[in-house]
């Protein structure tokens, strides 16, 4: 008798749908564009008054780490070797200084006023230089701790300037990439960030590498 052979499966649309079901994810997948470290270079000064240079320099928080991973402060005219779990309290400190007088007077601003410190939120420059041979994990932490620092000002301004809207300037960040989140919410929130964004601008520049 016979063998009976296996039906065949008629495999020929598989491609088809393999094809459609793409498009269609490709369609209704959320992809959130407003995410990334902004940067920003500090301001071109052309006036060569050393009043002028005085008070760019104050307002420059000088990061850098050499080839062995040491991490070095230079501010108000001074080099110090400071560790890594005082850096976010000291840029805190720096970019919530309000030292500055007159128009340069910072009116949110809650620290020490130092005259020799940052003037406001807009004219504080946090910039960083690494040399070629430091880590890289030491080139990140360096960087998610300048980034803590923005956002825990960022977080008390979003409460104060949103106190109802239960959250802060984190977590609303985070409702807003949630794909789940919807349209009319995301607006909302997209408009409260860039406000914030506006009254404390991350002004953090990255100097070029430098190998000793």
Same mark, same amino acid.
């Given at each position: 008798?016979?063998?009976?052979?296996?039906?065949?499966?008629?495999?020929?649309?598989?491609?088809?749908?393999?094809?459609?079901?793409?498009?269609?994810?490709?369609?209704?997948? #959320?992809? /959130?564009?407003?995410?990334?470290?902004?940067? +920003?270079? &500090?301001?071109?000064? $052309? @006036?060569?008054?050393?009043?002028?240079?005085?008070?760019?320099?104050?307002?420059?928080?000088?990061?850098?780490?050499?080839?062995?991973?040491?991490?070095?402060?230079?501010?108000?005219?001074?080099?110090?070797?400071?560790?890594?779990?005082?850096?976010?309290?000291?840029?805190?400190?720096?970019?919530?200084?309000?030292?500055?007088?007159? #128009?340069? /007077?910072?009116?949110?601003?809650?620290?020490? +006023?130092? &005259?020799?410190?940052? $003037? @406001?939120?807009?004219?504080?420059?946090?910039?960083?230089?690494?040399?070629?041979?430091?880590?890289?994990?030491?080139?990140?932490?360096?960087?998610?701790?300048?980034?803590?620092?923005?956002?825990?000002?960022?977080?008390?301004?979003?409460?104060?300037?949103?106190?109802?809207?239960?959250?802060n300037f984190v977590e609303a960040t985070e409702k807003?990439?949630?794909?789940?989140?919807?349209?009319?919410? +995301?607006?909302?929130?997209?408009?409260?960030?860039?406000?914030?964004?506006?009254?404390?601008?991350?002004?953090?520049?990255?100097?070029?590498?430098?190998?000793?």
């Amino acid at each position: 008798m016979a063998r009976r052979s296996a039906p065949e499966v008629n495999a020929g649309s598989m491609a088809d749908i393999a094809f459609l079901l793409l498009i269609f994810f490709l369609v209704t997948t #959320d992809i /959130a564009v407003d995410s990334g470290l902004s940067r +920003k270079l &500090p301001p071109i000064d $052309d @006036n060569p008054e050393q009043e002028q240079v005085v008070k760019k320099e104050k307002n420059i928080f000088a990061l850098n780490v050499n080839s062995k991973n040491a991490l070095f402060l230079k501010s108000g005219g001074e080099e110090k070797r400071i560790e890594l779990n005082e850096l976010r309290e000291l840029a805190v400190n720096f970019i919530d200084n309000g030292g500055g007088k007159g #128009d340069d /007077a910072c009116r949110r601003c809650q620290g020490a +006023k130092n &005259p020799k410190s940052s $003037d @406001n939120f807009q004219t504080a420059v946090i910039s960083l230089a690494n040399d070629r041979l430091a880590e890289y994990k030491t080139y990140i932490a360096v960087q998610n701790e300048i980034i803590a620092a923005y956002n825990q000002i960022r977080n008390r301004e979003f409460r104060r300037e949103y106190p109802k809207s239960g959250m802060n300037f984190v977590e609303a960040t985070e409702k807003y990439q949630d794909p789940q989140t919807k349209k009319a919410e +995301k607006a909302d929130l997209k408009e409260k960030l860039e406000t914030i964004k506006l009254l404390v601008p991350q002004f953090f520049s990255e100097a070029e590498t430098k190998n000793k």
